[in-house]
Antibody, heavy 115, light 109 residues
Framework: QVQLQESGPGLVKPSETLSLTCTVS????????WSWIRQPPGKGLEWIGC???????NYSPSLKSRVTISLDTSKNQFSLKLSSVTAADTAVYYC?????????WGQGTLVTVSS | QSALTQPPSASGSPGQSVTITCTGT?????????VAWYQQHPGKAPKLMMY???ERPSGVPDRFSGSKSGNTASLTVSGLQAEDEADYYC?????????FGGGTKLTVL
């Protein structure tokens, strides 16, 4: 059974870079897309982007200038970096399998942007 | 590209049927079979309820069904039960992007 778990700081200062890691267990990163999605408090879901197992990436046009998603196959992890954060980036961040997220999601981690 | 359009709310009595719509364009919902639906209870991660328009994952009751006509996808919940009360989101492949709907709060009266 594939499981995903997000990890990273829960508090980030404005203008700094948000960094999260998703660890995949019970399966490998091979032959799949791996996505990041976020949900501001009380609001809907927003797709951030994805990385394919070969390292190819797709990003949401609205976040593309600030986002980097990468793989570490040796650790069975993939990561999200979001630069120049503001309070509007405060959200629960989820990692998920597949480009259109499928049945495997992490539990989510709340990241608050505040000084 | 804008988010997909869902009604903010829907409701029905136990045992009734309710349909939630998700409207996009020919560049997303209308152009691909990769439309999915998710159920989200408060404080929980989204749960996949439907993929590729009308495919139901293992474990999802057959009371849930999906369809698509043109640029609009639909999720129908038949025989409403109290535990179906939740937020529902659609998503669609859109070329190099993925779009979500704004979400529909389903209330079981």
């Amino acid at each position: 059974q594939v499981q995903l778990q997000e990890s990273g700081p829960g508090l980030v200062k404005p203008s700094e870079t948000l960094s999260l890691t998703c660890t995949v267990s019970g399966g490998s990163l091979s032959s799949s897309y791996w996505s990041w999605i976020r949900q501001p408090p009380g609001k809907g879901l927003e797709w951030i982007g994805c990385v394919y197992y070969n390292g190819d990436t797709n990003y949401s046009p609205s976040l593309k200038s600030r986002v980097t998603i990468s793989l570490d196959t040796s650790k069975n992890q993939f990561s999200l970096k979001l630069s120049s954060v503001t309070a509007a980036d405060t959200a629960v961040y989820y990692c998920a399998r597949n480009r259109v997220p499928g049945g495997y999601w992490g539990q989510g981690t709340l990241v608050t942007v505040s000084s | 590209q804008s988010a997909l359009t869902q009604p903010p709310s829907a409701s029905g009595s136990p045992g009734q049927s309710v349909t939630i719509t998700c409207t996009g364009t020919s560049s997303d919902v209308g152009g691909y079979k990769y439309v999915a639906w998710y159920q989200q209870h408060p404080g929980k991660a989204p749960k996949l309820m439907m993929y590729e328009v009308s495919e139901r994952p293992s474990g999802v009751p057959d009371r849930f069904s999906g369809s698509k006509s043109g640029n609009t996808a639909s999720l129908t919940v038949s025989g409403l039960q109290a535990e179906d009360e939740a937020d529902y989101y659609c998503s669609s492949f859109a070329g190099s992007n993925v779009l979500f709907g704004g979400g529909t709060k389903l209330t079981v009266l």
